[in-house]
């Protein structure tokens, strides 16, 4: 996704990012159906690019074969694939989603939701990356478009049909 | 995580079984018929679980497999959020189609997932001899996705796919369309696999 052909080319198919995975560029990006999962996105303004990761988990523990699943792996590499294309950290603006509880009782993994939104906030600051925006927690669904040939844009969508923009 | 063609139609058959029961169940709760589908059994990874479940509205009650084993995965009852207020409507007689699902929807979808679900596991534990029963029920209605893929996050075992193991429950009458979904853990779903070996080798 880092190839320089598509960049500045406006390319209305949309992106689908499933858990798990990511994608840097310029093209319409979305995922759908955010749980405890965390959908987040990087713009860089000046280059009209950005990123979108759909991260599962707080920590890899060492795992290294699906890197945009762990918040631990999925920001550096996004950081790095940006670089590549000449973004610099502190030009870059955050914003997430998700982090919801969609289940009140259920043990092994508790409040993986909140882990996953605080582990993320942590990254950014220490790569000093501005977290402009986010809508995190509670017991919703989101899904989330991000357009970064179009200012950046992140538009949440939920099952009752509402949306709104961070 | 790959079934031979013998270990998934023998799981199909166990589904077949628990599906049945849990159809009469419905069906006797409803006052009319249900059909059941041939079970299906799809090992979805988990970048394409959208394929599966997307952003449609729908009712989960979820449960974890407990019993003989600890964290043993989910089962659950899934209803399209459409067919869940046709559902709750036939059960407390009403007819509103346009109205926002309240406690008694909820207490009743509820009520209809435990027995079901209850039905199924009952069925399984008989033939099986290994019981495994259901925790507490939680209920989510939301995104599809969004609830699966916490239920996902939840389990015992980090994964990178999930085996599901679905059979689709229509009562023609009413237009309810509902499906039980088991998501077995790698480890329940090998114990089951072993058991349904054996019974076949003593057949």
Known sequence: MTDAASQGRQ?????????????????????????????????????????????????????????????????PLLLKELGALGCKNRSLVAKMAGGASMFEYFGTNLNIGERNAEKVKVLLKEYQITLASEEIGGKVGRSVTFLPAQGGSVTIRRADGTTNEI | MKLSVVQADAIQELGNIGAAHAATTLSQMLGSPVEMSVPSIKVVDIANLGTVMGEESAAMVAFELQGEIQHGGFILFYITRESAVRLTNTMLGLTEMNRPMNEMDESALIEVGNIMVSA????????????????????????????????????????????????????????????????????????????????????
């Open chain 1, 11 to 75: 390319n209305d198919k949309t992106l689908m990012i499933g858990i798990g995975e990511y994608r840097v560029g310029s093209q319409p990006m979305m995922t759908i159906g955010l749980g405890s999962c965390i959908g987040l996105t990087l713009y860089d303004s000046r280059l009209k690019i950005g990123a979108m990761v759909h991260i599962m988990l707080p920590e890899s523990a060492g795992r290294t074969d699906r890197p945009g699943k762990y918040a631990d792996t999925a920001i």
């Open chain 2, 120 to 203: 199924f596991l009952d069925a399984t534990a008989e033939l099986l001899g290994f019981i495994m029963l259901p925790s507490p029920p939680a209920l989510t209605i939301d995104m599809a996705h969004a609830a699966m893929e916490s239920l996902i996050t939840q389990m015992a075992v980090e994964v990178d796919d999930v085996l599901l193991f679905s059979t689709e429950l229509v009562c023609e009458e009413h237009k309810i369309d509902s499906d039980i979904i088991m998501m077995p853990e790698h480890s329940t779903l090998v114990h089951i696999i072993e058991l349904l070996e054996n019974m076949m080798k003593g057949a």
